[in-house]
């Protein structure tokens, strides 16, 4: 993996340390898997997504000395599916994922409520409010309304690793999966987190039958439904005086009710302020603490409600103290938004406005910063220098002449929508690009090519790749393999073999799957070649049913990485000053950071450049060349 | 110390933002304060706009700085630096770069570029106190470009203006860089230290 050793290396250390009461700097991701080791977990997986990955990663890189077992799954049902058998047989084990693949996971999730669990389970979605890396900012707290299924919502690393640990504790007293939900802010923040004991479990349990309880034919799930209900009564109970929650007591001017990252931004706008008011923290917000709620919020005549996204406390507290005639002031007045993260300024300004205080100094800046704004180069996320994404992309350009679609995927292909490559026309989700082709093709005349990366084609595009073949869609899928799931962190998956324990295991062949969803015509090419990727985009625009292009090229970041670490030499390209003739062909069509421009003339960044030779191959005038200066 | 020190570090994706940022949050804490480092992974880190902030305190609750709240703004790329100054105000310090990296909208000459001297012209127009580096310079000196932002730490610590000692931010590199590159980290430090202290003198 291409990662930063030495912090791996001092990660590890603290991940492992029997030094408690010591303190590190840790993200809360890195937090939360601190705490699953101190609880004693034994299995872990996942399918990595920003902001989740760092958990498992963490995890991934000590699990051999934390004597645990750690693997990445295809995807995250089947992540869940996975650990749930393990806790099945009385084992730790803990799933993690981005909110978008709790959408994949919840079929799974939500009748596991019913069976319930053995070893404790604990499923952490990791929610992207302001969509920061994300295709959308959905609110994972309905999935444990929806489950009916306890939720955590940290505000810091600390509480992160502390509260993940008495979430084991939790789902297996109850024998119920516990939902473990931070944002961004939380999960992608390093706090001081101090070491607590790291607890024994099971290494190895047994599977008990009991068709009644594990079994969800409709007869035993009914009463398995009744038992998830009666379980979350406890918990509720428990909730009512849990230590999880609490009051930070400032009279009773003002009340204020939130919960996770909110709550830090709602500490230092008070702070800001200078106002006086008490603030309730609920720290599990499922199932919710109604008689908690309804005894803090009789206390004052208006009540805010600061959470991020939707009014999913304010809706629960209005439903719970309806009788009581305090005035709750959350989304429904518009007192904040319900799109985007929060911020200690944007509560702060909302907080003004509504109480009628001058706003903190600074906050009116005399800096007109819209006026810099305005002259500013805009500075996106884009393809790296070398990127074979780049080249698959100029070769779609180049054979299709911009006559065909394209439906994209998730991953670092998505960011080919960029100048001056702009692939990418539809971008829904994990394997949408196959589905939606599909129903594209059949629609219009326009040739239809569905773009997705290797990690994505297992995790989700077998069954598009399947119904194209079956109902005879003529789409051309190419799959970008860059031995990789680059995007998320260079994690491992099905193509590259290697598993979560940094074992070689049997790679999966993506030609072969492909073959044996039926598709019958293949290719697979490399994309820095070419002319041979053109002429294979050409045939499969020819063939009359559903095609399949393979392009494999390590990512160029890692290829760049290992290159160095085995001692090899990287050349860059150079440009002929004398043959060049400045028609800049090779900067508006590639769009490479490594090629500059300087004063009306052009030349390749050696730092950046990493010998890939695509532009050699597209420049009219033959005035790139490989350097013989060997610089690295 | 004072109350609260808000540092919001800005640049490049491949400049070393987030080192910068856990370099500084790190020596917080081990010179016993309470600490928030926030980053932002994915997407920025493809040669994106990345910004990260440090905040330093006897209790921080929030990662990210309020808007005109930044006591120091720590700028890696002269862009990037103007990008997020609506988290400055008048009263900054600012700590820049000089070092440009041109973002390839104006490398491909799609987008209009921005000139050094217009945005010193703007930083000098509103700001008291700014100190403007050439870290490359001083990086190519310490024996590496990649220690760009190390330099520019060191040119930080040299304004008395962060709760944390040298020694702290010197003991903090120990703990976070490779063996094997501390020396040329250290290095980078030292001159960035150094570069600073005559860089105040000078404008005195």
Redesign the interface.
Known sequence: MATNWWKNLVRSKVLLSRNVGERHLLLGNEAIARGAIEAGVKVVTTYPGTPSSEIADSLSYVAKDAGIYMEYSTNEIVAVEVAAGASLCGVRALSCMKHVGLNVASDALITLAYTGVRGGFVLVTADDPGCWSSQNEQDNRYYALLANLPCFEPSNSQEAKDWIVYAFDLSEKFELPILFRTTTRVSHTLAPVEIGPIHKSLDHGKFIPDVKRFVMVPDFARARHVALINKMESIKELNEKSSFNKIIEGGEKLGFITSGASFNYTMEAIDLLGIEASILKIGMIHPFPEQLVKDFVRRFEEVFIVEELEPYIENTVKASTINLGVKIIGKSNNFLPKNGELSTSIITKALAKVLGKPLPKNFISDISFEEIKKILPPRPPILCPGCPHRASFYAIKRSMKGMQINCTDIGCYALGIQEPLKIGDLLICMGASVGTACGISKSQERPVVSIIGDSTFFHAAIPGLINAVYNNHRIITIILDNCATAMTGFQPHPGTGLTGMGKQGKRVIIEEVVKGCGIEHIEVVDPYNVKQTCDALLRAIEYPGPSVIVARRKCSLLATQEKRRQGLKIIPYKIIDDKCKKCFACVKVLGCPAINTLNGTIFIDFNLCTGCGVCEQICPYKAIEISRDELW | MVEKCNIVIAG??GQGVLLA??IL??GA?IEGY????????????????VVCDVRIGERV????T????ADIMLGLEP??T??Y??F????TLIVMNIKPV?????????????SLE?IIQ?INR?YAKAILIDAMDIAMKAGN?VVQNVVMLGVLASTNRLPISVNAIKESLK????PKYLELNIRAFELGLKAGETYSLFRR
Do not use: C, F
């Not at chain 2, 980053?39 to 040669?47: L, S």
């Not at chain 2, 400055?88 to 009263?91: K, L, M, P, Q």
């Not at chain 2, 041109?102 to 921005?114: E, F, N, R, T």
């Not at chain 2, 703990?175 to 490779?178: D, E, Y």
């Open positions: 490049v994706g940022a856990e949050g790190n804490l309470d600490v928030r480092v926030s980053e932002i992974h994915g997407m920025a880190q493809r040669g994106g706009s609750y929030a990662p990210t309020p808007d005109g709240m862009i990037e103007l990008r100054l609506r400055t105000s008048s009263e041109k973002p390839v909208s104006v490398l491909m000459g799609m987008v209009k570029d921005l217009n703007i509103y470009p703990q976070l860089v490779s």
